[in-house]
């Protein structure tokens, strides 16, 4: 009876904090660092909810840069706005050629699965304007 009542006052507090919680703006006078998409991975071959890795975000700040990824994937899906190219490299430092993922339209329900079919999973990302 004592644990739940204990466990019962924690969950209440957990709930209080969280409500009086506010956002941070990510775009402030002072800092502005626009959204330019998001990506899901997988760890294993196949976006199927069982090997999902979780979402990734980057900023304008992410781009034209080399990102190394804290976990390997081999399966990923990318959600862009406005003309951007994401590649997915096998080395954490981009040394490689990397492999064009392709993104899924804003507003699709039908996701653009990538996978990479290889022994060797991805472990880095980068974005860069398109050149197309």
Request: glycine letters at 6%; aromatic letters at 14%.
């Amino acid at each position: 009876m004592r644990y739940t009542s204990i466990l019962a006052f924690v969950a209440a507090a957990a709930l209080a904090s969280t409500g009086s919680a506010t956002v941070l703006p990510r775009d402030t006078q002072e800092h502005k660092d626009p959204y330019v998409g998001d990506f899901r991975t997988y760890s294993k071959y196949g976006c199927e909810a069982l090997w999902d890795q979780g979402v990734g975000t980057f900023t304008l700040s992410m781009t034209s840069r080399c990102n190394a990824y804290p976990e390997s994937f081999r399966s990923i899906y990318v959600h862009m706005r406005g003309a951007w190219q994401f590649r997915a490299y096998k080395t954490s430092d981009c040394s490689d050629e990397g492999t064009i993922i392709w993104a899924t339209a804003p507003e699709s329900k039908a996701l653009v699965c990538n996978n990479e079919a290889t022994d060797v999973d991805w472990s880095a990302y980068s974005v860069y304007p398109s050149t197309d």
